[in-house]
């Protein structure tokens, strides 16, 4: 995951993150992602940032999986 964050050079993907969180939320959210993603590449951190990305796009969902079957079977099971 992080090799392919990584692969992708920031040009591309800044506009399509700005994209995006202007379509789900409103335009003041990707003029945020802009200035916030912008400052990470002015202060050199974007292979830092991408690792932490890859981090969250793993562990995040298997936490929430996880958490789900752990409420589940303590519903069931009392």
Do not use: C, K
Request: proline content about 8%; hydrophobic content about 65%; overall charge neutral.
């Amino acid at each position: 995951m992080r090799a392919a964050l990584l692969s992708i050079p920031w040009p591309a993907l800044i506009p399509g993150v700005v994209a995006l969180s202007a379509a789900a939320s409103q335009p003041v959210a990707g003029a945020f992602a802009a200035l916030s993603l912008g400052a990470v590449v002015l202060v050199d951190y974007w292979p830092e940032a991408m690792s932490m990305l890859a981090l969250n796009l793993l562990t995040v969902p298997l936490a929430v999986v996880t958490g789900f079957l752990i409420g589940a079977l303590v519903h069931r099971w009392q």
